[in-house]
Structures are given as C-alpha cells and as structure tokens.
C-alpha cells in the first residue's frame, strides 16, 4: 500500500470544483488509494482553467467501472494498491479507456522503478515520482501540470510559431547505409522502443546506440529490460566502452552519451567508443540525444541511421540534422502512434527524416536501409 503523505503545501482539505470547466478542458482522472495524493492532485489541477479532474479511484477495479460511463485524456495511476494493482489493471485501462494517455505516479523505490518500467513497456505513457512528504511544492506542480497538457494534446513550449533551426532538406534523398543505428526518446518511447527492438530480426547485428529521457535511478532496470526485449547485450555507457555488432549502449541518466574514435590500444572493431559528456543541451535534457546524434554523425562519417520515437520537446532535432547533412538517414515516429509528437515532429516539420511510421514499420525500414531484408534473411551490399 502506498504511503501516506503529509503535503505542506497543500493540506488534504477538500477543494471546491470551479464552476464549470472549459469544453475543451483536458479531463484528468486519479487513480490512488491515498486520500492525500487524490486531494493535492486534485487541487493542483482544478485551479488550471484548462484542465479537469471528472474522475477519482482508489482502487483500479473502481477506475475500470468508472471508465465505462467517463470519458478521460489522461489518468494518473497508482501501481502499488490493494486489490488487482496497477500493473494487472493496466491493459483494461487502456483498452477501455481508449485514446487516453496514463501517466504513472511511481515510489523511489527499486520495486518501483522495476514495476513503473514494466508499465511503461506495456503502454503507459510516462511517469512521475511520487515525492517524498513536503515535497507537493511548486516545482513539483509545474512539471506535473506540464506532463498532464503534453500527454492531453495540448502543443508544448517550442513546438510551433518559429521554424526549427535545423536546415530542411528534401525528403526521400539518398542516403549512406548506417553501420550504426541511434534512437532517441522520450514520454511514450519506452513502449515505442520495444516494438521497435522486438522486430528486429535477429540476423540484424548492427550496434545500437540510446538516449531515453529517464530518472537516473531507473537507467539499470531499463538496461535490463531492453535486454531482454532485444535479445542482445545492453550496457549502460561509461567512458571507453566499445560500440560493437550486436551490443546495445545506453546513456546514463548522469551524461549524454557520445561517440569517439578509439585510441591506440582501445579495442573495438567499429574504431568507436563511447565517452560522457556533461555540458548543457541546448534542449536542456540530460541526457540529450541532440550530442549522441552528432557526435555519431561525424565518427561514421554519415554512416547513421538516427530514429527518433515519441517525446516531449525537440530534443534530437538539431542532432538528426547533422546526421542528414553527412548523407545519414532519420527515421521518425508518426503522429498517430506516438503518445506525445513532439521529438519525431520537429525533424519531421522540417524536413529532415526521411521515414515517418509507427515503431514496427520503422524497424523494418532501418533493416532494409541497412542492406538486410526484413524476414532476416542476409543481403548485405
């Protein structure tokens, strides 16, 4: 069971609903069997005029009921509750509830980042810390609130008015055939990234190299279960590790991972290693993927294949940009499938990628890019 938290903040007093939300409100329900945390959430997000809590739970066999007659765009679910729990519940939420996009409230726990990563791999769209008690603060609303208008559809900061400062360039170009494949995500991609990785087959042992924007605590399980999901190798990077056929290397949650020739005395059979690096993105992500696209850009001399799935921001564009100015391909999630078409859409407004479709569809267009067909069958030029 949950714990109970005492907000500083925001007392558990009852808030008065306002009088009457915006049509176009984004509908917000809370499943969680602590009182506190439906009374703080509620009260954060009934003060914004664009938003609305229509439901509450504190059980996942209530919200199952509840979502029968109520319709929802985001839920904030609990996975630590009594009775059928979060993650049994999960797949009948989303199928019931439809189009809606869950947001997990996950504990700090190691049980918590195993059983959050579970959800987010089975289609739960992003998560949020539950904090410790005193920690309903300012900063706490603000990025949940921004979590709940980018998971509702509503655009976020830096996703229209001005033009990506990435140079468009003409769709369907030729490009090199990558001898390595990078991808970046964020909110939704986890879900994204292993149908992705599942598709693969497995005569295809080009390495792979990801960015997800994640807690630094839930790095290890990730690494973990993309394993499994890829049915390869999945190390985190760190300074030297060798970028090779049929490895993963995944950014710590500390640094952006980046590419670099090897030194003499280094082994590697592609030349490349990984290093860390910690200066500011210009996305301000850490990690970001923007430096892991460049700096593999120039090492493969083009020879890339950068993916970007679903996510918050434009983190990746600038990135995929230099991977298409040195001949490489980018690959991007479509609208359709994406929790949130924030990342794939900036280098797909600007005319960067090359491809644009749902993860399977996009595996299957790296495969072939890459020389070898899809079935798994080898024709490499």
Request: glycine share 10%; net charge negative.
């Amino acid at each position: 069971m949950a714990a109970v938290l005492r907000p500083e903040r925001y007392p558990p007093v009852p808030a008065p609903k306002p009088p009457a939300a915006h049509a176009d409100a984004i509908r917000v329900m809370i499943v969680d069997d602590s009182l506190t945390v439906r009374t703080v959430f509620s009260r954060m997000i009934d003060r914004e005029h664009d938003l609305a809590v229509v439901a509450d739970a504190d059980t996942a066999e209530k919200a199952l009921l509840t979502l029968r007659s109520t319709d929802v765009d985001v839920i904030l679910l609990d996975l630590e509750m009594p009775g059928m729990g979060g993650i049994e519940a999960l797949p009948r939420i989303l199928q019931r509830a439809g189009k809606a996009q869950v947001l997990v409230v996950s504990s700090l726990t190691q049980d918590g980042a195993e059983h959050t990563l579970t959800a987010l791999s089975m289609g739960a769209a992003d998560t949020m810390l539950k904090p410790r008690p005193g920690g309903f603060n300012d900063e706490y609303r603000d990025a949940l609130l921004a979590k709940v208008r980018a998971l509702g559809g509503q655009a976020q900061e830096g996703d229209s008015g001005s033009a990506p400062s990435t140079p468009a360039l003409p769709p369907r170009r030729r490009t090199k055939a990558p001898r390595v494949v990078a991808i970046g995500a964020s909110t939704g991609g986890i879900h994204a990234l292993n149908l992705f990785l599942r598709r693969l087959p497995r005569a295809f042992d080009l390495p792979i190299l990801i960015t997800q924007h994640l807690p630094e605590t839930f790095i290890p399980v990730f690494a973990r279960q993309v394993q499994v999901a890829a049915g390869r190798e999945a190390v985190i990077a760190d300074e030297g590790t060798s970028i090779e056929h049929g490895r993963i290397v995944i950014a710590p949650g500390y640094g952006h991972l980046v590419a670099r020739r090897a030194h003499p005395g280094l082994v590697s059979a592609t030349g490349v290693v990984t290093g860390l690096a910690r200066d500011p993105a210009p996305s301000g992500c850490m990690p970001s993927v923007d430096p892991m696209f460049e700096s593999l850009a120039e090492c493969f001399d083009g020879h890339v294949a950068a993916v970007l799935l679903s996510g918050m921001g434009r983190d990746g564009t600038e990135g995929a940009g230099a991977v298409a100015r040195a001949g490489g391909a980018v690959f991007a999630q479509d609208e359709e499938s994406c929790a949130v078409w924030g990342m794939p859409r900036g280098v797909t407004e600007s005319g960067v990628a090359t491809t644009v479709l749902p993860p399977e569809e996009l595996a299957d267009a790296v495969v072939t890019a890459s020389g070898l067909v899809a079935s798994g069958v080898t024709a490499w030029p």
